[in-house]
Nanobody, 120 residues
Framework: QLQLVESGGGLVQPGGSLRLSCVAS????????IGWFRQAPGKEREGVSC????????NYADSVKGRFTISRDNGKNTVYLQMNSLKPEDTAVYYC?????????????WGQGTQVTVSS
């Protein structure tokens, strides 16, 4: 079964940190760009960050620049999203997605999502 599985979400206080993981099963991530997206209640899904297949290129939404870091370990078939200095407005369900390149619009695989809640 081809799937992406996210983990690492949870409840954290403002200013805290979380690290999300996105693990692929049934296929290799080595040749895929991986994007992180999020969807807050009542809002549209938005792109947060993306990393190229080699890891040599990354991009971030303006709202998370300087606070979030995306990375990958192709040997572990895993992509990470380190989230620091979290704010209440970061609260959302976070999804990872595999695609051919960060600029590509077509998503090959979606994960099921992991909830991140930032609240005191």
């Amino acid at each position: 079964q081809l799937q992406l599985v996210e983990s690492g979400g949870g409840l954290v206080q403002p200013g805290g940190s979380l690290r999300l993981s996105c693990v692929a099963s049934g296929f290799t991530l080595n040749y895929r760009a991986i994007g992180w997206f999020r969807q807050a209640p009542g809002k549209e899904r938005e792109g947060v960050s993306c990393i190229s297949s080699s890891g040599g290129s990354t991009n971030y939404a303006d709202s998370v620049k300087g606070r979030f870091t995306i990375s990958r370990d192709n040997g572990k078939n895993t992509v990470y999203l380190q989230m620091n200095s979290l704010k209440p407005e970061d609260t959302a369900v976070y999804y990872c997605a595999a695609k051919s390149a960060c600029l590509a619009t077509r998503i090959a695989y979606w994960g099921q999502g992991t909830q991140v809640t930032v609240s005191s």
